[in-house]
């Protein structure tokens, strides 16, 4: 409705207001015996009556005749000054100057006892309050204000309903993709919108999850508002009066609730089974965002997952964005797309920043867009796993020829990924077993997260540490979700993920002796088919490779085994553990190599020793060396041997 046309609406609603009120108004002097010219019923003829913010009132909550000037009799005592002497008047009685249900009774025509039970639309929707009194008949009665407001055409979200529900603004750029997704959910609004189903719509891209419900909405010609799941009430006066008041506001405005639950754990029973109820039982339009799928109750669901915008999407997201600088880039929009799976905002986020900081220099351009692609990806992992940050090189890599090689030719996969996947074709095969995974395995110390350091170092990855042993949960189904959680972060891309313990989940399983052995299984099951779908590396880590069935083994496509150093190799990493910039003393690596531990107890032992030379103002020396010993044996609750530290002083 333009300017215009609404001044015109407002005034035209008014005068039908007055009008209708005078005919309230005759009624109640007729009461009194007095005698007013007879007014009429009808708008204006250039306005349709049904129109009118009464009418639409009367029609949505179904009053009747009786109901509508009980209504009216209310406002009036609102809006014109002279119905408190008319009620008095009516009532005989001064003290009565208001409207009571009695007086409603004996003035106005086809009055019904049913219009004043709990369960009329007058009351049931709060369209009017009972005040104190001493009886129902003659207890004042009063106009609720947004009713009120809403006859005068003044409209608004009800005051009572801020803070927990509000408007929804979104502003995000929707993709073609997702735009399609808006205009299949308008088509299910606009067929119906009195008893639509619940429409659900999941995945990671929260912001763009709201912008289609919005455009949605839009293009039916909806309003819509939001309301957190974590906002609303246990259940208790305060839930049943939300739902009443917004069922209310629902069909005043013809409006749409988004049920926001991308932040909802489900963990809390109680609060979960509120949400149930709220969902159950709201009867309104109703569409719900989450990050996994929620399961339906009695109502149906409708559910759209919600994706990133397509590859050719991105790039052409990228093109608009860089303008000028993607002609010099020299396809490295397409290698940006390749790796990183990330929204339009962040597209657009980055290419600001670029625009600001970068110069006309292509390989620093194509880097700095490398590095600004992975601080956008990094968000939602930061939160379910622990970033480390790359420090080891292969030098610092003391293994033996065989693990090398494949650490190597993990290294080759993932720097040719795009070449083998995209140009060569094999991503249009399908997407499992696209995956690199790895298992490393061997005993604590031995080098499995420094190979993983390794190759985020090189290849300029993130590098994500999952502790499998926090993931697991005993409740069915919950493991299932933690991990999805975590992979559905990890798709935005460049980012290794190193799962840690992997003897919590897995092990030999392959028979199904009970219950529990069969969620195992499906935990396991699920564990590996997103490792095989995962587009980056995912790496497992165990201290017991031989407790992992072989079934699951053959769908991991590298193991590198790392065994307990020998004398030659534990040499080789004394010689490399201190830093260039520390200083040391007379320090003989072929007897510090007697030391029957593990590279990860060296590094322990050396950085100990460093505090305590440096404490003594001294190098390091075999003494400090000897002292750091010792008390890394005695948290390994070892005994240091004689032959160990012979020929050490």
């Known amino acids: 409705m333009n300017v215009t046309a609404n001044i015109n609406w407002q005034a035209a609603n008014w005068n039908y207001l007055s009008t209708t009120l005078n005919l309230v108004r005759q009624a109640l002097q007729a009461r009194s015996g007095g005698t007013g010219e007879q007014g009429s019923r009808g708008a204006p003829a250039c306005v349709p009556e049904a129109s009118f913010a009464l009418e639409q009132l009367c029609s949505k909550f179904s009053l009747s005749d009786f109901e509508r000037n009980v209504l009216l009799l209310c406002a009036g005592m609102e809006l014109d000054a002279s119905f408190a002497s008319l009620c008095a008047n009516a009532q005989g009685d001064t003290q ?72 929804l603004s979104a502003n995000e750029y929707l993709v073609p993709s997702q735009q399609e997704i808006a205009e299949k959910l308008a088509g299910i609004l606009n067929n119906s919108v009195a008893s639509s189903p619940i429409l659900q719509l999941i995945g990671e891209e929260v912001a763009s999850k709201r912008a289609i419900a919005q455009l949605a909405c839009n293009i039916s010609g909806i309003k819509i508002a939001v309301i957190s799941a974590n906002a609303i009430p246990n259940i208790s006066t305060d839930f049943y009066n939300l739902m009443l008041l917004w069922q209310r506001e629902a069909q005043l405005n013809r409006s749409v609730l988004l049920l926001d639950c991308d932040e909802w754990d489900g963990n809390d029973r109680a609060k979960e089974n509120t949400l149930v109820q709220m969902i159950e039982n709201i009867n309104t339009p109703l569409m719900i965002t989450s990050r996994d799928r929620r399961r339906a109750g009695l109502r149906p669901f409708i559910t759209f997952e919600v994706a990133k915008p397509t590859k050719q999407e991105q790039i052409a997201i990228w ?266 003393e007379s320090l003989d690596f072929n007897k510090l190599a007697r030391l029957n531990v593990a590279g990860g107890n060296i590094r322990n032992i050396a950085l100990n020793a460093a505090f305590i030379a440096a404490d003594s103002g001294e190098p390091v020396m075999m003494k400090h060396l000897l002292e750091a010993t010792k008390s890394e044996y005695m948290k390994l609750e070892r005994a240091l041997t004689d032959a160990e530290v012979k020929g050490w002083l």
Request: proline share 4%; aromatic share 8%.
């Open 319 to 584: 093109e608009n964005a860089l303008g000028d600088i993607a002609l010099s880039l020299n396809g490295q929009v397409e290698i940006l797309t390749s790796e990183f799976n990330l929204s339009a905002p962040s597209i657009y986020a980055v290419c600001v920043e670029a625009k600001t900081q970068l110069e006309s220099n292509e390989n620093k351009i194509t880097n700095s867009l490398w590095n600004m692609c992975r601080t956008q990806a990094r968000p939602h992992l930061d939160e379910l796993a622990q970033r480390i940050e790359p420090a080891a090189t292969w030098d610092d890599l003391v293994l033996p020829e065989a693990p090398l090689q494949v650490l190597r030719e993990i290294a080759a996969h993932l720097r040719q990924r795009t070449k083998v996947y995209e140009q060569w074709g094999f991503g249009k095969k399908g997407a499992r077993g696209l995956g690199i995974s790895a298992l490393f395995a061997g005993s604590s110390g031995t080098g499995k997260t420094m190979s993983a350091e390794v190759l985020a170092g090189v290849l300029q990855l993130d590098l994500y540490r999952i502790d499998l042993s926090s993931v697991v949960s005993k409740y069915i189904g919950e493991t299932e979700k933690n991990l999805r959680r975590v992979f559905d972060a990890a798709e935005g891309g460049a980012t290794i993920l190193l799962f840690d313990e992997a003897d919590a989940i897995f092990g030999k399983r392959s028979d199904v002796k009970d219950s529990h052995d069969r969620y195992a299984n499906m935990e396991v099951s699920y564990l590996l088919q997103r490792m095989e779908a995962y587009q980056g590396l995912a790496i497992l880590t165990t201290n017991l490779k031989d407790a992992i069935d072989t079934a699951f083994l053959r769908r991991i496509r590298f193991v590198v085994k790392y065994p307990f150093p020998d004398a030659q190799q534990r040499t080789e990493i004394w010689r490399r553990i201190f830093p260039k910039n520390t200083p040391t």
């Open 96 to 167: 009565l100057s208001y409207p009571t249900f009695s007086l409603a009774m004996l003035a106005l025509p086809q009055a019904h006892w049913s219009a004043i039970a709990p369960h009329s639309p007058l009351r049931r929707w709060r369209l009017i309050e009972v005040g104190g009194g001493k009886t129902l008949m003659t207890s004042p009665l009063r106009i609720d204000e947004r009713i009120l407001h809403y006859l005068v055409g003044v409209d608004y979200l009800d005051d009572r309903l801020r803070g927990i529900i509000e408007p």
